[in-house]
């Protein structure tokens, strides 16, 4: 069986927090990203989705390798590049890019979109310089652009025009992995469509697998077959996208797709019950003993603040970091099969 394309082991990124002062000592460390793992295949797109802060913007920036993880593995192709120098990253940046969240913040104003999308394959000489500007042209029209504004600046499109040059460049070089980091989430709900359709169009038309970090459970369910949710630098659950809409296994998960409106329901005339967590998410300086997510859990036992849930099968083809998982049989929702009731 062929390896896949990226494959993170037990990812860590710790950032110390410091004091001020002439002598600066480390005072803890923001847990961003604690010891997660996942797969991505070739040409397939997993969604990686969370609350802000969980550390999903963190991951993408780890595979990427634009920081290097405290600890863990991130192979790619059966290369660990966790740990992998300038020199040694320098030939995969051609297969791994990202598309950056701010169209308006990602694109230099002082160059021309000419410039910016041309700039990797001035970098990896890749073309020669006289077919450059017609390499550039042409990846305006793929992204539905026209041709002749490569002279132009960015100030002179608008979001949706700017993530698309930004979508451009990120293709420059025929990556094999697209790393987006929430590319709709700037831009008009009326644009939203049209981007997310353009990377769906690109992704067959080129076998691009993509990790897609987004905080909108719609947009990464129509672009995603497979989704991740984290929650305080963790996965907590990943399940096909059917099966983690339809019959979520972790509480937190449950209390996402709540806050999601349902157009169904509400033709229907029905009312998707809508679950409020308690209190605020804990430090990831000081995070929760055992499973990260009890101090919210209406479901919480002692049993959760002293043995952190493993993420493993809990019916289903998915995976879930939870005790007392839901929509599962009686006997299943313990780990010592004692029954309880729900609360």
């Known amino acids: 069986m062929a390896a896949p394309l990226l494959d993170v082991r037990d990812l860590v990124m710790h950032f110390p927090v410091r004091s001020r002062g ?16 996942f797969t991505l295949e070739a040409g397939q797109s997993l969604g990686l989705v969370g609350e802000s802060g969980c550390g999903k913007t963190t991951t993408g920036r780890l ?23 300038p020199r040694e990253l320098r030939p995969l940046r051609r297969d791994i890019q990202m598309i950056f969240q701010d169209p308006y913040t990602s694109l230099n104003p002082r160059h021309t979109v000419g410039s910016i999308i041309g700039a990797p394959l001035e970098i990896h000489n890749l073309v020669p310089k006289n077919k450059r500007l017609a390499r550039v042209q042409e990846l305006l029209e793929i992204v539905g652009l026209s041709p002749e504004h490569y002279n132009r600046y960015p100030h002179e499109f608008s979001g949706g025009q700017r993530q698309r040059i930004g979508i451009a ?11 987006a980091d929430e590319p709709v989430s700037a831009l008009d709900v009326s644009i939203q469509a049209q981007v997310i359709n353009l990377m769906q169009d690109l992704q067959k038309e080129f076998n691009i697998a993509f990790l897609f970090i987004a905080h909108d459970l719609a947009i ?7 989704i991740a949710v984290m929650y305080l630098g963790k996965i907590v659950e990943k399940a ?10 972790h509480p937190y998960t449950k209390a996402l797709l709540s806050a999601v409106p349902d ?13 409020r967590l308690t209190g605020d998410v804990p430090s990831p300086i000081n995070p929760p003993s055992g499973c990260p997510f009890r101090t919210r859990c209406w479901k919480a036992q ?25 929509n599962t049989n009686p006997e299943n929702t313990n780990p010592e099969n004692a029954t309880r009731d729900a609360a």
């Open 22 to 37: 002439i002598v600066s000592r480390t005072l803890g460390h923001v847990k961003a990203v604690d010891n997660i793992s």
């Open 63 to 85: 595979v990427t390798r634009l920081q290097r993880p405290t600890s863990g593995q991130i192979l790619f192709e059966g290369q660990d590049i966790a740990n992998a120098s």
């Open 169 to 179: 460049r990120a293709l420059t070089l025929q990556p094999k992995l697209l790393v």
């Open 220 to 226: 990464v369910r129509h672009f995603c077959p497979e």
């Open 240 to 249: 096909p996208r059917e099966q983690l809409y339809m019959s979520p296994k």
């Open 263 to 275: 157009i169904g329901q509400v033709i229907a005339g029905g009312r998707r019950e809508r679950i």
């Open 302 to 326: 002692d049993i959760c603040a002293t043995m952190p849930p493993p993420l493993e099968k809990k019916g289903g083809a998915g995976l879930a970091a939870c005790h007392f998982p839901e």
